[in-house]
């Protein structure tokens, strides 16, 4: 199972998903983040029909505080394709609209908001979701932050059908893809958007080849990725450290990793294991070399860029020559 291939465990026997003998699907996407992006492109280059577009409603952003469309409204509109923006799927108007249009399939990418049971069968083929998690690894809203925070090695992403349960609907492909010991977060999930765009409309051409069918999730390896709260993003330094490490890339870049130094909260960007470094306490720093080093409870990492309350990220080094720690002093405390 190599990097990139698809790997779609429900073929039947004899059939073949592709160009030939296969319809096009007329399709409704749901997606709302950057992230959902790379599919909906891939499906607009597809022979499927995007015949319209569900998304989360407009909401305020920027020291502004202007109303700002999501990313994939943006680019609905864009493509001049209708966009649907109900408060909730539940509302009767949005699910109206749904029967009208008279879709095959709803392929959905980080859309954001629960799809209710009243509307799960009202498409051909359901609803088909791509997530960013090997299943049933990783259930639920932050499947590639929890992956880069476990030190998992492999990752990937798989399509399934949309159930009741949390993430639990049957297969139908995955796409894998390694985690780099430097990834974070960010990295990992810019890498699964593309590949799993691919694996999405891979799924959908067998679909419409009637070439696959789902299969039930294994009942061994459930692991649940809840969303990462920026409470959860606090660094605790008396954990060892290349868990600090890999924990602190599985928030980057949102919500953000942070300390604290002289009460003030101090955002980290991505540290790197120093094993040959001085020994200090826990949340110790140490400047010398160009280098700070800040002490865990079992070794030390080397800081990389900070960002101070108020202020931009900087190196660690400039943020170190104006906050001249002291001899012990510590962050986190």
């Known amino acids: 199972m190599g990097r990139g291939a698809v790997?779609?465990?429900?073929?039947?026997?004899?059939?073949?998903?592709g160009r030939e003998g296969e319809s096009p699907l007329r399709l409704l996407f749901a997606g709302t983040p950057e992230p959902a992006v790379p599919s909906l492109e891939a499906l607009l280059a597809s022979d499927h029909d995007v015949v319209a577009v569900l998304t989360r409603p407009d909401a305020r952003a920027g020291r502004g505080r202007g109303l700002s469309r999501s990313p994939v409204a943006e680019r609905a509109d864009a493509a001049g394709i209708p966009v649907l923006q109900p408060r909730s799927p539940r509302e009767p108007e949005f699910q109206e609209q749904l029967a009208a249009l008279a879709v095959d399939c709803a392929p959905v990418v980080a859309y954001g908001a629960l799809i209710p049971q009243a509307v799960l069968g009202v498409p051909t083929h359901g609803w088909v979701n791509l997530h960013f998690s090997l299943l049933p690894a990783w259930r639920g809203a932050a499947p590639v932050q929890h992956a880069v925070m476990a030190g998992d090695e492999i990752t990937g992403a798989a399509t399934f059908r949309l159930e009741a349960g949390l993430d639990t609907g049957p297969v139908f492909g995955t796409v894998t893809e390694p985690i780099g010991p430097r990834d974070t977060a960010g990295d990992l999930l810019e890498r699964l958007s593309v590949s799993g765009a691919q694996l999405l409309v891979a799924t959908l051409d067998g679909i419409a080849a009637g070439a696959l069918e789902p299969q039930p999730q294994p009942a061994e390896g459930i692991s649940l990725a809840p969303k990462v709260e920026p409470a959860d993003a606090r660094v605790d330094w008396a954990l060892p450290a290349h868990v600090v490490d890999r924990r602190i890339r599985g928030v980057t870049p949102a919500p953000g990793a942070w300390t604290t130094w002289r009460g003030d909260r101090l955002r980290l960007g991505p540290v790197i294991p120093a094993p040959d470094g001085p020994a200090l306490e826990p949340g110790e720093l140490l400047v010398g070399s160009g280098e700070?080093?800040?002490g865990t409870g079992k070794g030390t990492v080397r800081l990389g860029e900070v960002q101070p309350a108020g202020k931009r990220m900087i190196p660690a080094t400039d943020w170190a020559r104006g906050a001249r720690p002291a001899?012990?002093?510590?962050?986190g405390e």
């Open 292 to 294: 700070v080093h800040a």
């Open 327 to 331: 001899p012990g002093e510590k962050v």
């Open 7 to 17: 790997v779609p465990p429900g073929r039947r026997a004899g059939a073949h998903a």
